[in-house]
């Protein structure tokens, strides 16, 4: 696993399975009244294709300073006290996780906004790739629109 992160923002990529309850103390915070969670898991089907796994790959450096960036600005925007962000690299089987976001706000309004937006800007924004597996032997890369 690579970290960076400060008091109030973790970034982390893993190779390993990943889970809410590996950082669920990251985000807690007795001042603050909302926590949220995303997690992006490992489909069976993509259209009329069964999935048979998942594999991303990425460059990690530059991952890792873009979701930091991304994470300063949503912390600053929704005005969140805590937020995580982890992301799988490598083969990530069915209903397992690739993408884990947690946040923290004074209200829940600021967390559920800010998920939708984080995740959106994950996808757009960062250099990493996820390649489907389907029980044909087809593989497919696939892109965000």
Same mark, same amino acid.
């Given at each position: 696993?690579?970290?960076?992160?400060?008091?109030?923002?973790?970034?982390?990529?893993?190779?390993?399975?990943?889970?809410?309850?590996?950082?669920?103390?990251?985000?807690?915070?007795?001042?603050?009244?909302?926590?949220?969670?995303?997690?992006?898991?490992?489909?069976?089907?993509?259209?009329?294709?069964?999935?048979?796994?998942?594999?991303?790959?990425?460059?990690?450096?530059?991952?890792?300073?873009?979701?930091?960036?991304? %994470?300063?600005?949503? $912390?600053?925007?929704?005005?969140?006290?805590?937020?995580?962000?982890?992301?799988?690299?490598? /083969? #990530? @089987?069915?209903?397992?996780?690739?993408?884990?976001?947690?946040?923290? %706000?004074?209200?829940? $309004?600021?967390?559920?906004?800010?998920?939708?937006?984080?995740?959106?800007?994950?996808?757009? /924004? #960062? @250099?990493?790739?996820?390649?489907?597996?389907?029980?044909?032997?087809?593989?497919?890369?696939?892109?965000?629109?």
């Amino acid at each position: 696993m690579t970290q960076l992160g400060n008091r109030n923002v973790v970034i982390a990529i893993h190779y390993q399975p990943i889970s809410i309850s590996m950082y669920r103390h990251l985000i807690e915070d007795a001042d603050v009244g909302a926590h949220a969670w995303f997690e992006g898991v490992t489909r069976r089907m993509t259209g009329e294709l069964e999935t048979v796994r998942l594999t991303y790959e990425g460059f990690e450096p530059m991952a890792l300073r873009e979701m930091n960036r991304i %994470a300063e600005c949503i $912390v600053s925007e929704f005005k969140l006290a805590k937020l995580l962000i982890a992301h799988r690299l490598g /083969d #990530v @089987p069915l209903g397992e996780a690739s993408l884990i976001v947690g946040c923290s %706000a004074p209200h829940r $309004v600021n967390v559920l906004l800010s998920l939708a937006k984080i995740v959106d800007q994950l996808k757009a /924004d #960062v @250099p990493i790739w996820k390649k489907e597996h389907f029980a044909n032997g087809e593989t497919q890369w696939v892109h965000p629109k």
